[in-house]
């Protein structure tokens, strides 16, 4: 038997102010649940038969290097610059969350979130048999002196990706966008990273248009799609391809494993029910395509790869969505985390989720009226 998501409803308002502040010391008691539906029952701190033991993990603490490479786009793209407004993290749930524009993106950037995101990024290559990309790029080698091939990575994150495609290509120039500055002091000299939000007005020149624009897991950090897809054919090269790397954020099944695990689909439904409150749904991935070719993007492709799904990834979405928007304590998201864990580990359930790699070709700067 084959479990389907429902089909993903639009994007709906804007999601409810959070109130940030320091970190929160973790909780002292533990409550323990038989089931998701207890997490409705009452406060936290209810008794209840022992069921799930919650792991508390370490290494949240603030001790990030503040320094990256960065570069000044003068008169061109708004760039942060190395602040402590920029710096100056906000804590929710034990958790670290990028402080420009803060509350805009709901997954943490501490270190532990770093980790993830660096182990992730050789889970895409070992689907890509390790591969970058997926779009067929024609980059210059190192003895073509034509014009300069530039590459932006949107939400670079730790900018594992960015660094390895300057590696691969020395004679690209590379750049890197993202809310938080976490990506390292050294870096390739053709690589550059800049604090800026993609949701805004894009504002570089003309002669500063990429040939290749690049997007991975981005679902829930956009609000208009439509918008986003516009504004990457505006600063493409007539030419250049788009790619979106992305994952459904919902679990599959070929058997009954699915209907097996309360706690998973309990977690799944909730956290797609959360995002499209909040305003950026999270479950989009299947969607990318028909938005390319909307868009008037060309030669649309999309490789699909099925795989078990990693429970790496729970610890990251929960706590901003499930607080912020379900009113959960910071406990009660412990216990969810735990059961959908839990869940992930146990060798009789297959949970399946689909990896997409979508890539698109420019023709050239849309109308007016698109």
């Not at 210059?140 to 014009?147: A, I, Q, T, V, Y």
């Not at 020149?205 to 516009?230: Q, S």
Request: with cysteine.
């Amino acid at each position: 038997m084959s479990d389907s998501p429902a089909k993903p409803a639009a994007n709906s308002g804007s999601g409810s102010a959070a109130a940030f502040g320091k970190p929160p010391e973790s909780p002292t008691a533990s409550k323990d649940v038989t089931s998701p539906g207890d997490l409705q029952q009452g406060p936290a701190d209810e008794p209840d038969h022992p069921h799930l033991e919650i792991d508390h993990d370490e290494g949240t603490e603030d001790n990030y290097d503040a320094d990256s490479a960065y570069v000044s786009l003068d008169g061109s793209s708004r760039t942060g610059s190395i602040t402590s407004s920029i710096t100056n993290y906000i804590y929710e749930n034990g958790r670290r969350y990028h402080a420009y524009r803060s509350g805009q993106y709901v997954l943490p950037n501490d270190e532990d979130e770093q980790e993830r995101l660096d182990l992730q990024h050789h889970i895409w290559l070992l689907l890509l048999h390790g591969s970058l990309y997926t779009a067929p790029l024609n980059v210059p080698d190192e003895s073509d002196s034509g014009s300069e091939y530039r590459i932006l990575d949107l939400g670079c994150g730790t900018g594992i990706w960015a660094m390895d495609i300057a590696d691969q290509h020395p004679r690209a120039s590379v750049f890197g966008v993202d809310l938080s500055p976490i990506q390292p002091e050294w870096v390739p000299g053709n690589c550059r990273f800049h604090v800026d939000d993609y949701e805004d007005d894009w504002t570089y020149r003309p002669d500063e248009a990429f040939d290749y624009i690049h997007g991975r897991a981005l679902g829930g950090t956009v609000a208009d799609w439509g918008r986003f897809y516009r504004q990457v054919r505006t600063h493409l090269k007539p030419g250049g391809y788009c790619e979106m790397q992305e994952y459904d954020a919902w679990i599959f099944s070929d058997d009954d494993s699915f209907d097996r695990a309360p706690w998973t689909k309990e977690w799944v439904t909730k956290l797609d029910d959360a995002s499209k409150m909040f305003g950026k749904q999270i479950n989009v991935a299947n969607r990318h395509k028909q938005w390319m070719i909307d868009a008037g993007f060309e030669d649309v492709q999309e490789k699909v790869i099925r795989q078990l799904h990693m429970q790496m990834s729970v610890a990251s979405h929960t706590p901003a969505l499930f607080t912020r928007v379900h009113s959960y304590t910071e406990q009660q998201c412990q216990v969810l985390i735990e059961g959908v864990k839990r869940e992930f580990r146990n060798r009789d359930l297959r949970l399946i989720t689909i990896y997409r790699f979508i890539s698109g070709r420019s023709p050239g700067p849309p109308p007016p009226e698109l």
